[in-house]
């Protein structure tokens, strides 16, 4: 009985520690808030190369309740259309947010797109070259009826890329 009353006590103190070191080492600061606040409509460019903003092509990604969702997930999004002097159009859509916990992780394009009703028919995990640079990507092909999409994507947490749920 005795022996069975110290395992008790031995049990509630090593759960006791561990409750105590899960809160002294869960993070109270953001790394967000220590770095200058970030503006997409800024710092992506209305023009580059042939490129310009196409205003003709209004971008709808998701459905509007989806969208709701959205702004409740990031602090900034932004998605605009680029056409070039061939008449080529590339869309991008990028998402900002300062808080990646549990609740408002980055929602990753797998999920996203079959939740719409979207197949993905392909994945490709690659290395995209922007200039000096070598960036891991995630390339996927989606499919809805007779409309294909091909994406890459990649996203960046603190300072690192991340293409995973597991990276992030």
Known sequence: MKALRFKAWV?????????????AWTPTHR??????????AVIF???FGDWRVDYQMPVQL??????VLLNKIYNQTLSRTYINGQGER??????????QSDGTSAHLPEVCYPAQGFQIISKLTTALTLGQQSVP???????LGGRV??????????DRIALSGTDQ
Do not use: C, F, N
């Open 137 to 143: 990507v995630v390339h996927l092909v989606a499919k």
């Open 11 to 23: 049990v509630m103190l090593l759960m006791l520690t561990t409750w105590l070191g899960a809160r």
């Open 149 to 158: 999409e091909p994406i890459t994507y990649w996203l960046v947490v603190g």
């Open 45 to 47: 460019p209305k023009t």
């Open 62 to 67: 998701v459905s509007p309740d989806l969208q």
């Open 90 to 99: 590339v869309m991008l859509s990028v998402a900002y947010g300062g808080d």
């Open 31 to 40: 790394l967000a808030d220590t770095r200058p606040k970030v503006d997409l």
